[in-house]
């Protein structure tokens, strides 16, 4: 925890040198300081800024790629990676899933079609996420077809084929609910004794759906019946640095990534057990000013290193999103 | 009339009797007697007293209010309602359609009312009002000549109703307006618009520095009120404060006002918007514009932004945050502002000395200049517009 705030204190003060627009908020709205004594005290700025500003602590010659996020509600964040944050986040990924998963590879069944692949130096956060976790597996078996229906004689085949065996199926959650249960009219079912489910991507669309995580896994289990479901949370804007779920159904922080719950009224921290804004801390952007990020998504904090599950860190949830104001502008008009 | 692919949900009314209902002279007994019982109804409801709004829609139609109003257009001979008026309302003020139905309504119309398609509380309290008077009397008539409908964004039902009316009341951005005029409507036809607009206070530096605190307390109130009501997301609501005089004499008045302003907001500002408004600020920080203060700190209530020389107000901000200058004299308001600006606010100085800069310059905007704490009374003439005359038709006699 020490090393971690630290770290993030350095780096913090990195992107104040290097980045105006980081700088002018720290300046603006920080009193100047970049810096914390502790982690609620380090200063944020708004994932909607990401939308906004083109935010990168590089020279433009210096950028390796750019990585867009999925943009559900209208503009696309930007992130801005140069080749070393690239490599740092792959090398994060790979030690998380390591620790969450062990040290063999594994086949992996991936609910994507082949096409998200597709080349191109701008990549979206889906893709993100499969190739990251992805990377990590002895073989791939994408199972979904263009028109993201699922191409059931492929997932029979492979699940066939790694029914005696260590496999990890991934992911979305809206998609192996659609796919595997909404659409699965053939009432399939498959059994995987050494198989886990790996999922995430957010419960937006299960909640208006009015599923619960609890009816997920239930559901889950009876269609494909796995050793271990876990969900995984992580944004785009701080790629790499993944919280996955732990047996009690907590996210948990790691050596690279952190969090903070704000009050969603006054900003100021959340106690534990109260719901609030979740602050994303993340040592690993360095080539863009996102290692705080304040984000819409509301979670809870319910304690530091003592988790019934054994681990450490800060534990959480992610209770879902802040609702959009029904107040709006005159210029937003129910017609 | 209807199609059943329109997916329109009626509230109160029916078409067909609308659509063969005529048109009466202005402030009718009928509608006078019926609005003044609806605000009898509303004030003695107890179910009624959490809302504000409601509250003050009641008070405006009473019989007293409806009786001054009247007065102002006694002189008016041999004037009726135009016919049908058709109203788009927003969704940012919830009982916004309350008032654009009376007032066409006094204007001798009959009316097609459609309402935001969120369901505030307030609304659904309204309309069971609504329905309770129509099994009265003068409610039943009312009934004949009045929908209330909801209906989805494009509805072909609303080209219908645009092609069978007399006007339209078009309440929205300019994109919606600018959608629903290109609906067709029949030659001879009124459209009244009430697009996005900004408002802005003034306040006199030494008036306020001479106020003892209790005085003091009630204008900062009064300013809040106006400003934090619908999230300063309102047509009427200041984002934009003048101060009209000396250095020092801001200085101090400005230090006093933040004060009392920060301890008072908590309880105006409620909705969970503190994110919307963080996003805001931080943008603008790196758009090095203006400067921005925070007042305390990043979790306190307000924000200010201090205008930087030579701009033009170009940037608005919502949720408790305003930009603010120092000015030596009014006219200079007038140099900042453009035909977005509605309203006016003002303490400490003389509103006739506005008017006359207004009239001096040839300004085009500004249509309300009225006191602290008077942002959103609601009266027929609005937007610079007098509805009664504009939604109504005076047959010359010779």
Not at chain 1, 263 to 269: N, T
């Amino acid at each position: 925890m020490k090393t971690f705030l630290k770290d993030v204190n350095e780096l913090s003060k990195f992107h104040y040198g290097k980045c105006k627009d980081f700088r002018d908020i720290v300046d603006q709205l920080f009193d100047g300081t970049p810096t914390g004594r502790s982690l609620e005290e380090l200063p944020f700025i708004p994932v909607s800024l990401f939308k906004e500003v083109e935010l990168k602590s590089i020279e433009s010659k210096e950028i390796y790629r750019e990585l867009r996020s999925s943009g559900t509600q209208g503009r696309q964040s930007r992130v801005i990676l140069s080749k070393e944050n690239s490599v740092n986040q792959t090398r994060a990924l790979k030690s998380l899933f390591q620790k969450q998963f062990g040290h063999g590879r594994y086949p992996m069944v991936i609910f994507e079609s082949k096409n998200i692949l597709s080349r191109g130096t701008n990549i979206s956060a889906r893709k993100a996420a499969v190739l990251g976790f992805s990377s990590f597996a002895s073989e791939r078996t994408f199972v979904l077809n263009d028109d993201l229906s699922i191409d059931w004689s492929t997932l029979k085949k492979c699940l066939d084929t790694y029914r005696n065996q260590k496999v990890i199926l991934f992911g979305f959650t809206f998609i192996l609910w659609s796919s595997l249960i909404a659409d699965n009219n053939h009432e399939l079912t498959f059994d995987l004794p050494f198989g886990e489910i790996l999922h995430g991507g957010g419960w937006k669309k299960l909640e208006s759906l009015k599923i619960t995580k609890k009816q997920f896994k239930e559901k889950m289990q009876r269609v494909v019946k796995v050793r271990a479901i876990t969900d995984y949370y992580g944004m785009a804007e701080q790629a790499g640095g993944v919280f996955f779920e732990c047996k009690e159904g907590f996210f948990h922080t790691s050596g690279f990534s952190n969090i903070v719950v704000r009050d969603p009224y006054s900003l100021s921290p959340a106690p534990c057990g109260k719901p609030g804004l979740l602050q994303l801390l993340s040592v690993l952007p360095i080539s863009y000013p996102g290692h705080s990020i304040l984000t819409q998504d509301i979670g809870t904090l319910y304690g530091e290193d003592d988790c019934s599950c054994g681990l450490k860190g800060r534990y959480f949830t992610v209770d879902g999103r802040l609702p959009k104001a029904q107040v709006r502008g005159c210029s937003d008009v129910g017609i | 009339m209807l199609e059943s692919n329109d997916l329109t949900e009626i509230l109160f009314g029916n078409f067909e009797t609308v659509h063969i209902s005529k048109p009466v002279e202005i402030f009718d007994k009928s509608v006078l007697e019926y609005l003044s019982e609806l605000s009898s109804l509303i004030r003695n409801s107890t179910d009624t007293r959490l809302f504000p709004d409601l509250l003050s829609f009641a008070f405006w139609c009473r019989e007293k209010n409806l009786n001054l109003i009247r007065q102002k257009y006694e002189n008016e001979q041999n004037r009726l309602g135009l016919g049908t008026v058709l109203h788009i309302t927003p969704r940012n003020v919830p009982l916004n359609f309350a008032f654009s139905w009376a007032f066409s309504a006094l204007a001798g119309n009959s009316n097609l009312v459609k309402l935001p398609s969120v369901q505030f509380p307030q609304v659904e309290l309204l309309l069971q009002l609504i329905l309770k008077l129509s099994q009265s009397e003068v409610g039943n008539k009312i009934l004949e000549t009045t929908v209330f409908f909801r209906t989805g964004h494009s509805s072909k039902i609303l080209n219908k109703l645009s092609a069978s009316s007399e006007a339209r009341m078009i309440w929205g951005s300019d994109e919606t307006i600018k959608e629903i005029k290109r609906l067709s409507t029949p030659i001879k036809h009124v459209d009244l618009t009430f697009s996005s607009r900004f408002s802005a206070a003034v306040l006199s530096c030494v008036q306020f520095i001479k106020a003892d605190l209790k005085m003091k307390e009630l204008i900062v109130r009064r300013f809040l009120q106006d400003s934090l009501t619908f999230g300063q997301r309102g047509c009427s609501s200041p984002r934009v404060i003048y101060w009209i005089g000396e250095l020092g004499e801001y200085g101090k008045s400005r230090h006093d006002f933040w004060r009392i302003a920060n301890n008072l907001a908590p309880g105006f500002l409620q909705l969970p918007d503190s994110f919307e408004r963080f996003s805001n600020i931080a943008l603008a920080s790196t758009q090095n514009k203006h400067s921005i203060e925070l007042l305390g700190s990043l979790y306190n209530n307000l924000i200010t932004v201090e205008k930087a020389d030579g701009h033009k107000i170009d940037q608005l901000f919502t949720l408790g945050t305003f930009l603010e200058t120092r000015i030596d004299c009014l006219e200079e308001i007038f140099e900042t502002l453009d035909n977005k600006a509605q309203t006016i606010t003002y303490f400490g100085i003389n509103p006739d000395s506005l008017i006359q800069w207004i009239k001096k310059i040839g300004f085009i905007g500004v249509d309300r200049v009225v006191p602290f704490g008077a942002a959103f009374d609601m009266t027929p003439t609005w937007d610079g517009c007098d509805t009664i005359r504009a939604l109504s038709r005076v047959i010359e006699v010779r």
